[in-house]
C-alpha cells in the first residue's frame, strides 16, 4: 500500500500516544465501566499530559474530550422513549457539532469533514462488500444477541410507532457513530499517528460507547473489529457516504435481529 509523504513523516512510536491512548482509556471508564469520575481524572490527565508535551496534539485531544464530555452527560442505553429519543438526537448531535465548529472556527482548519460526495465512483469490490454486509450481519448478529440474551438491552416493541421508533433510532445511531468515531476522532487522530495506531485508539471508544447501547456479553468480538473495519474503510474510500451505507446494511440486519428475538413468531427468516 502506498503512503503519502505526510503518513510517511508521522513517527511509528511517540509520546503523543500516551496522552492519546488515556483518551481512548477514558472512554472505556464513561461508557463501558459506568464510571464517570475515573473516567473524567483520566480524561484529565491526557489533556495535561498532551499541553505539556504536544500542543498541536493537545488541540486534536481537546476536541476529542470536548465530545465524549458531552456524550457522557446522559445515558446511551437503549431506550426510545419520544422524550429520551429527543435528548439523545440532541446530545449526540452536539457532540458532533461542537468539535466540528471549534475546529472550523476557531482553530481555522478543515480537519474534520465529512465527504459525502468525492466524485470517485465506487470499485468493484466495494460494491461488492455490500452484499457480504448483509450476508456476514444475517450469519452473525442472531447468533450474537439471541444467544447472549444481549437483545433484552432493547426494549420490546409490539406497536407500529414503537417499531417506527426503534428503526429510526437504530438508523441514526448508526449514521452518528460515522460521523463522530470515524469522521471527528479517527480523523483528528489520523493527523499524529500511523492509521493504524489511529484506528486502533478510535476502535477502544467506539467499542465501549457501544457496550453502554447494550452491546455487552460477548459484543466486543463482534464491535472492535466492526470497528476496525470501518476505519480501514474509510481510510481506503475517503468516503462518508460509503462506511454509512455498510453501516445501515448492518444495522439493518440488527434491527430484523432484535425484533424477531422479542417476538420470534416474527420474521422467522433466522436460524441459529
Known amino acids: 500500500m502506498l503512503t503519502t509523504a505526510h503518513e510517511r513523516s508521522r513517527p511509528r512510536a511517540s509520546w503523543g500516544l500516551v496522552p ?22 483520566i480524561l484529565t490527565l491526557a489533556l495535561v499530559t498532551a499541553f505539556v508535551t504536544d500542543r498541536a496534539l493537545f ?12 456524550i457522557s452527560t446522559i445515558s446511551v442505553e437503549a431506550n426510545i422513549d419520544y ?17 466540528y465548529l471549534i475546529s472550523r472556527y476557531a482553530y481555522r482548519d478543515h480537519a474534520i469533514r465529512f465527504p459525502i460526495r468525492t466524485g470517485q465512483r465506487w470499485t468493484t469490490l466495494e460494491r461488492a462488500y455490500l452484499p457480504l454486509v448483509i450476508l456476514l450481519g444475517y450469519l452473525i448478529l442472531p447468533r450474537y444477541f439471541i444467544g447472549s440474551g444481549a437483545y433484552l438491552n432493547w426494549p420490546v416493541v409490539s406497536a407500529p410507532d414503537e417499531i417506527g421508533r426503534l428503526f429510526v433510532g437504530v438508523g441514526f445511531v448508526g449514521i452518528w457513530d460515522e460521523l463522530f468515531f470515524i469522521c471527528t476522532v479517527f480523523a483528528l487522530l489520523r493527523r499524529h499517528f500511523p492509521d493504524w495506531q489511529a484506528n486502533l485508539l478510535q476502535a477502544v471508544i467506539f467499542c ?37 451505507c455498510v453501516h445501515l446494511l448492518f444495522d439493518a440486519v440488527v434491527f430484523l435481529v432484535i425484533v424477531h428475538a422479542h417476538h420470534p413468531q416474527w420474521l422467522n427468516i433466522f436460524f441459529y
Open 20 to 41: 492519546a491512548a488515556l483518551v481512548s482509556a477514558s472512554a472505556v471508564f464513561l461508557f463501558g465501566l459506568g464510571m464517570p469520575l475515573p473516567g473524567y481524572a
Open 59 to 70: 488541540r486534536d485531544l481537546l476536541l476529542i474530550a470536548i465530545g465524549l464530555g458531552i
Open 83 to 99: 422524550a429520551n429519543i429527543a435528548l439523545m438526537g440532541t446530545v449526540l448531535s452536539l457532540s458532533v457539532l461542537v468539535p
Open 208 to 244: 465501549s460507547f457501544l457496550w453502554e447501547l447494550g452491546y455487552r456479553s460477548w459484543g466486543p468480538l463482534l464491535t472492535f473489529p466492526f470497528a476496525l473495519l470501518q476505519g480501514y474503510t474509510f481510510a481506503k474510500t475517503r468516503s462518508l457516504t460509503y462506511v454509512v
